[in-house]
């Protein structure tokens, strides 16, 4: 299959101090959106709508607002009392964050021109077996049963189409401003890791966006340039023209919701194609504030935490740490927890710092 044209190079020109903002505001805008969907990973739209409302918070405008104690009668999210509103101190550890941090220590340790067996000896080396999630973690262990990248993630995955390497797609966008081209290439050998086909596409297609995203403000341009860095045919490409069409036809984001829900609910709450749909729904219908965009992404359900990442991700990144409000980055405190072997308590400025480095060396 083929990818249509596409501008490959949107060349930036950004001092020092406007590229730092931007990526600063990627990881914050990032961060928030992960830690706003958290509390309902994997919740679907009517349970969320159902909860918020008895709380007297629907449609989202902050994060998720915390209940009695002793109320039980919904459900309610547990084991994420820190993610709730007045309880935030930092962004909590999740494989949403792991990801770009693990990305920046990959080109630390081994340039822009890594190949997949170095994302595979990162993974190794840096993150912990019980960590990684589906796809990777069936990779993971491909790994360590000796069979090598990129074959990892085709031998026995049943999730190689799934989300995980969708996440994994801000840092190839981010060192990358201007050159969607070259941030779909790295995505690509980092994908290749553990995912095949629209697996494979959703993080290629998010990193051309993220990197056209320094140069071009329009987020209908921003999927077309993403579009032309995959192949034109695929179930993923049809899935985003679809969103694309959709949202142009109706204001109301609830009805694009109903329409994504209606020709791709049937996929998995976790897989590529149906929460690329949901990221993309908050950005059209968003229309680039911060909180109204990772509030849609998260109020549509599915897998709440990387769809609300990667949509604020794309919003930080367009708006710089400067424009970002108040109320969604000033609970983080600059602090973020991981995973990652090296980087269990971080400034998440400092992150942003070491991914500027980054950007000068490529």
Same mark, same amino acid.
């Given at each position: 299959?083929?990818?249509?044209? $596409?501008?490959?190079?949107?060349?930036?020109?950004?001092?020092p101090? +406007?590229l730092?903002?931007?990526?600063? %505001?990627?990881?914050?805008?990032? +961060?928030?959106?992960?830690? *706003?969907? &958290?509390?309902?990973?994997?919740?679907?739209?009517?349970?969320?709508?159902?909860? *918020?409302?008895?709380?007297?918070?629907?449609?989202l405008?902050?994060?998720?607002?915390?209940?009695?104690?002793?109320?039980?009668?919904?459900?309610?999210?547990?084991?994420?009392?820190?993610?709730?509103?007045?309880?935030?101190? =930092?962004?909590?550890?999740?494989?949403?964050?792991?990801?770009?941090?693990? $990305?920046?220590?990959?080109l630390?340790?081994?340039?822009?021109?890594?190949?997949?067996?170095?994302?595979?000896? =990162?993974?190794?080396?840096?993150?912990?077996?019980?960590?990684?999630?589906?796809a990777? &973690?069936?990779?993971?262990?491909n790994?360590?049963?000796?069979?090598?990248?990129?074959?990892?993630?085709r031998?026995h995955?049943?999730?190689?189409?799934?989300?995980?390497? =969708?996440?994994?797609?801000?840092?190839?966008?981010?060192?990358?401003? %201007?050159?969607?081209? &070259?941030a779909?290439?790295?995505?690509?050998?980092?994908?290749?890791?553990?995912?095949?086909k629209?697996?494979?596409? $959703?993080?290629?297609?998010?990193?051309?966006?993220?990197?056209?995203?320094?140069?071009?403000?329009?987020?209908?341009?921003l999927?077309?340039? %993403?579009?032309?860095?995959i192949?034109?045919? !695929?179930?993923? +490409?049809?899935a985003?023209?679809?969103?694309?069409?959709?949202?142009?036809?109706s204001?109301?984001w609830?009805?694009t919701?109903?329409?994504?829900?209606?020709?791709?609910?049937?996929?998995?709450?976790?897989?590529?194609?149906?929460?690329?749909?949901?990221?993309?729904m908050?950005?059209?219908?968003g229309?680039?504030?911060?909180?109204?965009?990772?509030?849609?992404?998260?109020m549509?359900?599915?897998d709440?935490? !990387?769809?609300?990442?990667?949509?604020?991700?794309?919003v930080?990144?367009?708006?710089? +740490?400067?424009?970002?409000?108040e109320a969604?980055?000033?609970? *983080?405190?600059?602090?973020?927890?991981?995973?990652?072997? %090296?980087?269990?308590?971080?400034?998440?400025s400092?992150?942003a710092?070491?991914?500027?480095? =980054?950007?000068?060396?490529?």
């Amino acid at each position: 299959m083929l990818r249509p044209d $596409g501008p490959r190079r949107v060349p930036a020109f950004l001092p020092p101090a +406007a590229l730092y903002d931007r990526i600063y %505001g990627a990881w914050l805008g990032r +961060a928030a959106g992960c830690l *706003l969907g &958290r509390p309902v990973e994997k919740w679907p739209k009517k349970r969320i709508e159902e909860t *918020l409302r008895y709380c007297n918070a629907w449609p989202l405008d902050d994060y998720f607002p915390p209940v009695p104690p002793n109320d039980r009668g919904l459900g309610y999210w547990q084991g994420n009392l820190s993610c709730l509103r007045g309880n935030i101190t =930092q962004m909590v550890r999740d494989d949403d964050m792991d990801y770009p941090i693990l $990305g920046l220590h990959l080109l630390e340790e081994n340039g822009p021109k890594f190949i997949s067996a170095d994302v595979a000896g =990162q993974w190794l080396s840096h993150l912990p077996f019980h960590m990684v999630y589906t796809a990777e &973690r069936v990779a993971y262990r491909n790994l360590v049963n000796g069979i090598p990248a990129p074959l990892s993630g085709r031998h026995h995955n049943p999730y190689r189409e799934w989300i995980g390497a =969708q996440i994994r797609a801000d840092m190839w966008g981010w060192v990358n401003p %201007g050159e969607p081209e &070259r941030a779909a290439a790295m995505a690509y050998r980092d994908a290749e890791v553990s995912h095949v086909k629209n697996g494979t596409y $959703g993080e290629m297609f998010f990193a051309a966006l993220l990197a056209a995203a320094f140069v071009v403000d329009d987020i209908e341009e921003l999927i077309v340039v %993403g579009l032309s860095e995959i192949p034109e045919e !695929c179930r993923l +490409a049809e899935a985003v023209r679809d969103t694309l069409s959709w949202s142009k036809e109706s204001e109301d984001w609830e009805e694009t919701f109903r329409r994504i829900e209606g020709k791709y609910g049937h996929y998995h709450g976790t897989h590529t194609i149906n929460n690329a749909a949901l990221v993309l729904m908050g950005l059209l219908h968003g229309k680039k504030d911060l909180g109204r965009t990772i509030g849609i992404a998260v109020m549509g359900g599915w897998d709440t935490d !990387c769809n609300g990442a990667t949509a604020g991700s794309v919003v930080g990144t367009l708006l710089g +740490a400067e424009a970002l409000p108040e109320a969604w980055v000033k609970p *983080l405190n600059d602090r973020i927890a991981s995973a990652v072997v %090296g980087f269990g308590d971080m400034r998440i400025s400092e992150l942003a710092e070491r991914t500027c480095r =980054q950007v000068e060396r490529i």
